[in-house]
């Protein structure tokens, strides 16, 4: 479990072909290693992955064809910037909204543009993920943390402060770059609860 608040913008490495699956090597700057032990899950651009190996100031994590098909992390390169968040532990201040680290799909930035010291993000999501995401819900957009300020069909808008783009990789967003989704747990709950389904049958 996470939070959404990017503890470190780390880099892509290496990346090596393993059988179908990839394995990847990220380097990281500031995240403290005393605390990670091999098996330990890291968020990296939204996506929990398993530490398999530390190399000196870095670690690798096998990605697998199902994680590579429906996430952006198939289309990183050596060199790409991520954003890299340790699991949430006990005693942890949640600062952010609680994230599994499963990504629910990908979007695509539609529009960016100034609001006062902000900036304003327009995103566009698959229709079947839209009906999660409320206007001053919460949603992870590759990994960070965020308030929804507005929702339009399958399209919803955020705002970035200064220090958002500062400490993540959204500061170097660009209209057409696809982003990790996942939207709040709760409105998935929610759903489960109220449909007819999750309803108790007396036999």
Do not use: W
Request: charged share 20%.
């Amino acid at each position: 479990m996470f939070t959404g608040i990017v503890q470190d913008v780390g880099r892509l490495t290496g990346r090596e072909a393993r059988g179908g699956d990839v394995r990847m090597v990220f380097a990281f700057d500031r995240i403290e290693t005393a605390g990670l032990h091999i098996g330990d899950s890291l968020c990296v651009q939204g996506c929990c992955l398993t530490v398999v190996e530390f190399q000196g100031r870095g670690f690798a994590a096998d990605v697998s064809r199902e994680t590579l098909s429906l996430t952006t992390l198939g289309d990183l390169v050596v060199g790409s910037r991520v954003n890299l968040e340790p699991s949430l532990r006990v005693g942890d201040p949640l600062g952010g909204h609680l994230v599994s680290g499963h990504v629910d799909g990908v979007g695509e930035i539609v529009a960016i543009r100034e609001d006062a010291r902000s900036t304003r993000v327009d995103v566009t999501v698959p229709a079947e993920l839209a009906r999660y995401i409320a206007r001053k819900g919460s949603v992870a957009v590759d990994g960070v943390s965020l308030t929804v300020n507005e929702v339009r069909g399958n399209l919803f808008g955020v705002n970035l402060i200064p220090h958002t783009q500062q400490v993540t990789t959204l500061g170097a967003l660009a209209v057409g770059a696809r982003v990790n989704i996942e939207v709040d747990q709760m409105a998935r709950y929610a759903e489960r609860l109220l449909s007819p389904e999750s309803a108790v049958r007396e036999h």
